[in-house]
């Protein structure tokens, strides 16, 4: 079955960096985009990054645009998120999810189970 396994969350001081991981199996993975989404506490779910299955496109939202990077190692079935000059309003469950295309279209259908990221002095 579908399984997506992130991790690499934790607490970061503002201005540092943390890097997430999605280790994806079940499927394949060379075949499909992978986004990032977050959720903050009482707040909605924010797509945040999305990369298509080569690697040819990517998006960012413009709240992380110039400090997040979305990348993919498709031998490794991995998905990365390096966050770098993290802001307190970063603070978040980022979860790892995987697109029904290789591009965007069509919606997602598998989620992780989210990696907390916490940024506080």
């Known amino acids: 079955q579908v399984q997506l396994v992130e991790s690499g969350g934790g607490l970061a001081q503002p201005g540092g960096s943390l890097r997430l991981s999605c280790v994806a199996s079940?499927?394949?993975?060379?075949?499909?985009?992978m986004t990032w989404a977050r959720q903050a506490p009482g707040k909605g779910l924010e797509w945040v990054s999305g990369i298509y299955d080569d690697g040819s496109d990517t998006y960012y939202a413009d709240s992380v645009k110039g400090r997040f990077t979305i990348s993919r190692d498709n031998a490794k079935n991995t998905v990365y998120l390096q966050m770098n000059s993290l802001k307190p309003e970063d603070t978040a469950l980022y979860y790892c999810r995987k697109g029904r295309k290789p591009d965007y279209d069509g919606g997602f259908d598998y989620w992780g189970q989210g990696t907390q990221v916490t940024v506080s002095s």
């Open positions: 079940g499927f394949t993975f060379s075949s499909y985009a």
